[in-house]
């Protein structure tokens, strides 16, 4: 479990969260899985028992459906979870921080308790065939109708789970002349609109995470779009600066217990290991001290009010070659989880190569990095 430290908030309250959390938990253990059930719908039914004791949205204020509690009242909660190998909360907390700093009022009373119960489940379609690093560059466009409606037209591509949600977070040019930034807009997208057709890609290693999404004349609403037009770019931006820390997406806790299994592994092989592996079972200890250092830094800066900016790219990278490194090792010291039944390890392995891609991939973030943070000239000079 990853040790909070006591300076944050209230310790007193936190620790009867603790409490009150773990024994629920005694009386809602984690379901077990049906046979052909495919596992976003098994973590929605999840979602909904822990919705169901108030364990989602801690940090969301009271009106719009969550507890008006703080983001480490959130963590404490993805900690518990992470320590007995539960799923964590819901990924929604990055797109409840957008709708809250640009939906309207009504749209986030009528949106966000519904997703933080899983009323409603959703996706996000922002890259496109044509446009994943440089989403700025994308082609899908929404055009005013002469009833004041927009009417969608364009193709994404790797929206996650789209099969499985019924609202879709869609970015969409609204102005062919604006220049990028200011061309993009945002909307709510229910899946089930006429126009909308979802298609599951079928990955090499089985899995159907991913969806093409084509939108033919699909009419939205002017309450359909989340903030203003041309602010697409900036609610982008605040999505995903919050689905790149550890703590949002819940990772931190996953990878203490892995590393804790590591440690006591390479300590029992020590004589068998080969030369060097000791020194990387180290190097995934540092990587994940650091990152949970790190981790501890914005929670204490989002608790003192600060929202997420470029600097989250520090922390997608530090997740990312924690991540990688964490399993990479794993798979060398207990090399059975390559063949055994079920390959938990194995599959998070094969899955922890998409860290440095998903949310933007690690070369971009290093520009963002280059740019926004040291203030770098784009040329590399001076
Ligand atoms: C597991 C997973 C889940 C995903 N889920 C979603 C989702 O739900 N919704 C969604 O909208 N998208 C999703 N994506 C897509 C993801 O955001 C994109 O894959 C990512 O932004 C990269 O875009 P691309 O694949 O088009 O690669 P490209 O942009 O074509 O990049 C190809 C390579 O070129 C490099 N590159 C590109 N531009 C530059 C540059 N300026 N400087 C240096 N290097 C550069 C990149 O780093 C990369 O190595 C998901 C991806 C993954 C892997």
């Known amino acids: 479990m990853t040790d909070l430290p006591l300076d944050f908030g209230d310790p007193a309250d936190l620790e009867r969260l603790r409490r009150d959390f773990r024994a629920w938990l005694t009386g809602h253990a984690l379901p077990a899985r049906g046979a052909d059930e495919p596992v976003p719908v098994f973590l929605h039914r999840w979602h909904r028992i822990l919705h169901s004791g108030g364990w989602v949205g801690l940090d969301v204020p009271r009106e719009y459906g969550g507890r008006g509690l703080t983001a480490l009242h959130q963590v404490a909660v993805s900690d518990e979870l992470g320590a007995r190998g539960a799923p964590g909360v819901p990924r929604i907390g990055y797109l409840a921080h957008a709708l809250m700093r640009f939906g309207d009022e009504e749209q986030r009373r009528r949106l966000l308790p519904r997703m933080l119960a899983g009323e409603d489940v959703w996706c996000q379609g922002f ?45 969409a040019r609204t102005d062919p002349t604006a220049p990028p930034h200011a061309a993009i807009s945002a909307f709510v997208l229910p899946l089930d609109r006429p126009g909308v057709t979802v298609r599951p890609l079928r990955a090499a290693n089985g899995d159907d995470e991913f969806c093409e999404l084509f939108l033919d004349d699909v009419r939205l609403a002017d309450s359909e779009r989340i903030g203003a037009e041309g602010d697409g770019w900036a609610l982008a931006m605040t999505t995903v600066a919050y689905e790149r820390n550890a703590l949002d997406t819940g990772h931190l806790s996953k990878y203490g217990l892995l590393i804790e299994r590591l440690r006591r592994r390479a300590r029992e092989r020590r004589d068998t290991l080969p030369d060097g592996l000791l020194s990387d079972v180290g190097r995934c200890v540092v990587d994940y001290q650091v990152l949970v250092a790190h981790s501890r830094r914005r929670t204490a800066e989002r608790l003192a009010g600060r929202t997420a900016g470029p600097e989250s790219s520090v922390d997608k990278l530090l997740m990312t070659r924690a991540e990688q490194r964490l399993y990479e090792t794993a798979l060398k010291v207990f090399p059975e989880e390559l063949y055994g039944e079920g390959g938990e390890v194995f599959g998070d392995y094969l899955y922890s190569r998409a860290a440095s891609v998903y949310g933007g991939t690690s070369q971009i973030q290093r520009n963002i990095i280059a740019k926004r943070l040291l203030r770098l000239p784009a040329d590399g000079r001076g």
């Open 127 to 171: 890259s496109e065939p044509g446009a994943g690093s440089d989403l700025a560059g994308m082609s899908t466009r929404a055009e005013r109708g002469e009833d004041g409606h927009y009417v969608v037209n364009g193709q994404k591509l790797w929206t996650s789970y789209a099969q499985y949600s019924d609202l879709c977070l869609l970015l």
